[in-house]
């Protein structure tokens, strides 16, 4: 299935779409806006942090109001949809997932971040000044590298890993102690996430998940509930295709029956049943509720 919305780099957010960088930092204050379309997905992760202003964003149609003293995440294949701002003030760090790991033996480093890949993770986070200052000033000291025309690269990635963990350290206070998933589970978690982003249209059960990451369909299960508040395994998969027809229907104009047959729903009518079960609403709601929130002409 062809993907309708665009994939961009960082080249492009530099407004340079050949430039094969895989880390920058920019400013609101003083980047030219972007010749991007809305919406789109990313090849690398953004971590935007604001000053002050407001914009509003939306991550697969879901809203947020990204005001000072906040960080908003963004990670690859999420779709974004960038829909206003106000004197905005702060700026965005963005690499991808080879820059994170350069030199890196353990490759799951990057997945013990339970902020960055989760789909049921918020990717709004509000901190405490004390926090948000303590974050600022890895971000100015990343800044300053990042802006020397002799920057290291070995630099910039172990300041980047430190800005990551003060992150995590701000998330796992604000959840409260305990809160936090083991290590091991984050990672399997992110995982099965990486597996069904590959394979969400194959129709395949928990069972198969499971032995694909050589555990039990009953720990991938524990793993599941511990990650997203009490969804099982089975869940987990639906509701990952469910979250693209939720794109499909919210940002193109493709018939309900079109999407549902996109996604390997045989039977409309099981389609709009597990849809109405999984948002409230039927495919046809959802799709003139999300056309009048975020585009215009008919539907």
Not at 271 to 291: C, D, N
Request: aromatic share 12%.
């Amino acid at each position: 299935m062809p993907d309708p919305f665009p994939l961009y780099r960082i080249g492009h957010f530099l407004n340079q779409p050949d430039n094969p960088t895989e880390f920058e930092i920019t400013r609101f204050e003083q980047i030219l806006e972007p010749e991007i379309e809305d919406p789109h997905r990313h090849a690398f992760y953004e971590i935007l942090w604001t000053d002050g202003g407001l914009s509003r964003q939306a991550i697969d149609g879901v809203e947020y109001e990204v005001r000072g003293g906040t960080l908003f995440f963004i990670s690859p294949g999420q779709l974004h949809f960038f829909e206003d701002y106000e004197q905005l003030r702060g700026g965005s760090v963005l690499f991808t997932e080879e820059f994170f790991l350069l030199g890196q033996a353990d490759h799951d480093r990057l997945f013990e971040l339970s902020f960055l890949d989760n789909f049921y993770a918020n990717p709004l986070l509000p901190l405490a000044e004390a926090q948000f200052r303590e974050v600022r000033q890895t971000i100015a000291t990343l800044e300053a590298e990042a802006a020397r025309p002799d920057r290291l690269a070995r630099i910039c990635q172990g300041l980047l890993q430190v800005l990551l963990a003060q992150i995590q350290r701000c998330v796992d206070q604000q959840a409260g102690p305990g809160a936090r998933p083991a290590r091991r589970y984050v990672v399997l978690f992110k995982q099965l996430k990486e597996l069904l982003d590959r394979h969400y249209l194959e129709n395949l059960a928990a069972a198969d998940y499971a032995a694909r990451l050589a555990i039990t369909p009953h720990h991938l299960n524990v793993v599941c509930k511990a990650l997203t508040g009490g969804r099982t395994a089975s869940e987990v998969i639906r509701a990952r295709a469910l979250l693209e027809a939720k794109r499909l229907l919210a940002f193109t104009d493709a018939p309900v029956a079109e999407v549902a047959a996109q996604l390997q729903f045989l039977d409309p009518s099981y389609f709009a049943r597990i849809f109405r079960q999984e948002t409230g609403l039927s495919p046809v709601a959802y799709q003139k509720q999300m056309a009048a929130r975020f585009r215009t002409g008919p539907v």
